[in-house]
């Protein structure tokens, strides 16, 4: 699905291509996302809904600050509130 063929202006590179065979592996992998994305949005009112846009800000935002990060800075200021008393 991809083609490696050596880099003419560094031998220690390689360069990469999607073939025909992969190309159509991504259309269909891209279709059964949107598929999948239209059936998981339709109960909020559509992928470009609000409140299917706030989900999906909530959602970034556990993804950029994940829980552990969350628990560590929690564990962090329980332990500084032990540490005046």
Request: glycine content about 8%.
């Amino acid at each position: 699905m991809i083609d490696r063929i050596p880099d003419p202006g560094d031998s220690r590179a390689f360069r990469l291509s999607l073939t025909v065979r992969g190309a159509e592996v991504i259309d269909q992998a891209i279709g059964i996302v949107a598929d999948l994305l239209e059936q998981v949005t339709t109960p909020l009112g559509g992928a470009t809904s609000k409140r299917t846009l706030a989900m999906m800000r909530d959602l970034q935002a556990l993804i950029d600050h994940p829980l552990c990060a969350l628990q560590s800075d929690t564990n962090l200021t329980a332990q500084g509130e032990h540490n005046h008393a």
